[in-house]
């Protein structure tokens, strides 16, 4: 029993493995220029589970790709969404729309209690 959380996290050694940056990889990724000999070369090797580690590579590339276009497109459409909202609010000022509204829901009131008022009227009469 611990009096405190125990956190864990896993530990990598690398043992002096390289690190490779962005540049390094795109002559991994799909329609990189000679990928055929790329891909000559991993099957050489006849290593099944570094042919896996790349396609596998190459698969959340292309899928992180199609993410990052759905979501630039979705920001895009969004902007346009948002700015089209601020013009209708505008209008909506422009028109005073909401006084408007409340006037006609105080008129109602109002008539409403004049017909109540002359219901009752009648209703002493009779």
């Known amino acids: 029993m611990y009096s405190k959380p125990l956190y864990a996290a896993p530990i990598f050694h690398y043992d002096r493995k390289p690190v490779y940056r962005a540049k390094q990889l795109e002559a991994l990724k799909l329609g990189a220029e000679g990928q055929d000999q790329t891909d000559r070369m991993i099957h050489r090797l006849n290593d099944p589970s570094l042919e896996a580690k790349v396609h596998r590579f190459r698969m959340m590339a292309q899928e992180l790709g199609r993410l990052e276009e759905a979501i630039v497109e979705s920001e895009d459409r969004w902007g ?34 004049r017909m109540a008022g002359s219901d009752g009227q009648r209703g002493r009469r009779a």
Request: proline fraction near 0%; include cysteine.
């Open 80 to 113: 346009e969404l948002a700015s089209m909202h601020c013009r209708t609010i505008r209008r909506l000022e422009m028109a005073d729309a909401l006084a408007r509204i409340q006037d006609q829901d105080d008129g109602l009131v109002d008539d409403a209690l």
